[in-house]
């Protein structure tokens, strides 16, 4: 009879422990499970393709005169029902000449400053040598909202070396 009680409580204490690894598993899940599946629909919508560099009367501008040059404009629209992140990029666009060269007939970055305006406040204004990894700005936006940017370029007035004949600076 004493053999049947023991095995009775080994059976009861192994259901017991099942039922705890089975509990804890469930609650540890919960707790540290990642939630990050998110289907958000993001809109890039042009108003303005205004120029960034006006090439055709490409001279050197203050901060100020450059306020008055057009701005290219352009809104990030979420018209998903999730916050989405998104990034905005710039990248230089190089043409080729008939030989399949690329110019070497180019402003450089250093050579050029720009500002950028988010919903009509200036985010960031700086050489655009100091654009890290083509990354203009980067953020989240939440559901059903809009923002939009504007961004200028120009030739700064302390540039240096920018008369040569056949500079450019290409916009993609």
């Known amino acids: ?96 000449d008939s030989d399949g060269e690329i110019s070497q007939d180019r402003l450089l970055r250093s050579q050029l400053k720009y500002e950028l305006k988010l919903n009509g406040s200036v985010i960031a204004s700086d050489l655009l040598s100091t654009v890290e990894n083509n990354v203009l700005d980067n953020r989240v936006i939440d559901a059903k909202k809009t923002n939009t940017y504007d961004l200028r370029i120009w030739l700064p007035l302390d540039v240096k070396n920018w008369q040569k004949i056949n500079y450019k600076y290409e916009q993609k």
């Open 1 to 96: 009879m004493k053999k049947n009680n023991i095995e009775l409580k080994l059976v009861i204490a192994g259901i017991i422990l099942f039922i705890f690894c089975v509990a804890t598993a469930f609650f540890w899940y919960k707790i540290f499970k990642d939630e990050k599946v998110a289907i958000t629909n993001l809109t890039i919508a042009l108003r303005d393709q205004g120029k960034g560099v006006d090439v055709e009367s490409l001279v050197p501008k203050s901060d100020k005169d450059a306020k008055s040059l057009p701005a290219y404009s352009f809104d990030i629209m979420n018209t998903g029902d999730q916050e989405g992140y998104y990034q905005v990029l710039i990248e230089d666009s190089v043409k080729k």
